[in-house]
């Protein structure tokens, strides 16, 4: 079984984010959409992710094919982004939102859960696979700006339907991976498993102390001098150095395991958030940004690997529990918190972010406990 199979699947579906995430918003401003109402269409969208994903997931375990549900998912999802091209009003917008997060909310949680068990079925590294995603996301970043200069900015749209297609495409090339038992116990049967109770705060905590970064942080480079061009080049810097790290994570994954893994982000991200609160000195953004490798990657990294262990019946469950409650439910409050702890401390809030992962770090040890 050839892994190039599962890393067309997040090449293709991380053009989705990488030219959604920057012009969407714009995409809705053209439209006609106020601020308050392009946040609530964003807001209402990523709420019914939080939601929609567990439940799908739980009937993805039920039914014991996730390859036909994901196939399914890309395929609608791909027929209900083109409405964003329409125009609708803000009231269609709002409900084409629900029915885009609905349709596509279980696309990213089903893959990471079908590559990490064809990983541990067929011996391929993950992290080598999932590696492909996060440069397709710097590539689609860049074509996304180029493609709205040249053709306006309805035409990320247009990009982001074709790449749902093509991630419909490589989903229908995966192989059928063996059915398991395990389906039985309920949305909430992971919970049963300690190390999945145990690694959901460390996501939760060291994941969502992202927030400020991603919401304020080109802003606040930018206040203190930067150019638009250095800015773009530290976030493509976190970028790359996060796809460094998963193509050769496999000797750090197996020396340290999840827990050491954890740890390893959340020491990282007390430096590197202690790093931001302090300066805006252009080397020690850079070495702030090297460091997204392991704040994000490494976290990342053991997410999977905790999930790995267990039962493949309860892969989907895991995986879509694990990306609302680990890490959509928490980074989505502390994105709302940001705005108003950066109009109050401005740089210096990026130590509540530093408090965060500190206090992750001596909840890696229950993790270690729950693995052995």
Do not use: K, N
């Not at 567990?54 to 549900?69: K, Q």
């Not at 190390?195 to 203190?224: D, E, K, M, N």
């Not at 805006?280 to 940004?289: D, F, G, Y």
């Not at 976290?299 to 267990?310: D, E, N, P, Q, Y």
């Amino acid at each position: 079984m050839a892994p190039w199979r599962f890393a067309l699947v997040f090449a293709t579906q991380f053009i989705v984010p990488g030219v959604l995430m920057p012009f969407l918003p714009v995409v809705l401003a053209g439209h006609g959409l106020s601020a308050t109402e392009i946040a609530t269409v964003l807001a209402g969208a990523s709420a019914v992710r939080l939601v929609a994903a567990p439940a799908v997931g739980r009937g993805t375990d039920g039914w014991g094919d996730a390859r036909g549900v994901l196939l399914l998912a890309a395929t609608g999802a791909t027929c209900t982004v083109t409405g964003y091209a329409l125009g609708q009003g803000f009231a269609g917008l709002l409900l084409l939102a629900l029915l885009h997060a609905l349709v596509g909310a279980p696309i990213m949680p089903l893959s990471d859960a079908l590559a990490v068990s064809a990983s541990r079925q067929f011996g391929f590294d993950y992290g080598r696979v999932r590696s492909a995603g996060s440069a397709s996301f710097i590539l689609a970043a860049i074509g996304a700006g180029l493609a709205v200069q040249a053709f306006g900015a309805v035409s990320v749209i247009w990009l982001a339907a074709a790449a749902y297609a093509g991630t419909a495409l490589a989903v229908a090339r995966l192989p059928r991976l063996a059915a398991s038992g395990g389906g039985g116990g309920g949305l909430a049967a992971p919970f049963a498993f300690p190390a999945f109770r145990r690694v959901l705060p460390l996501s939760a905590l060291i994941q969502g102390s992202h927030a400020l970064v991603y919401g304020f942080g080109t802003l606040h480079w930018q206040a203190a001098g930067h150019s638009p061009a250095v800015v773009g080049l530290l976030w493509a810097e976190g970028v790359v150095a996060e796809v460094v790290l998963f193509l050769c994570s496999r000797p750090l994954v197996e020396r340290l395991g999840p827990a050491g893994l954890a740890a390893l982000a959340a020491g990282a991200g007390v430096l590197r958030w202690g790093l931001l609160a302090e300066t805006t000195w252009l080397p020690a953004l850079a070495l702030a940004q090297l460091l997204h490798a392991l704040t994000f990657g490494a976290m990342h990294l053991a997410a999977m690997r905790v999930l790995g262990t267990l039962p493949p019946g309860q892969a989907a469950r895991a995986q879509t529990l694990h990306a609302s409650l680990g890490t959509g439910l928490a980074s989505g409050l502390l994105t709302f918190l940001a705005g108003p702890l950066y109009a109050a401390w401005g740089g210096a809030g990026f130590w509540v972010m530093a408090g965060l992962c500190a206090m992750a770090l001596p909840l890696t040890l229950r993790l270690r406990t729950a693995m052995r």
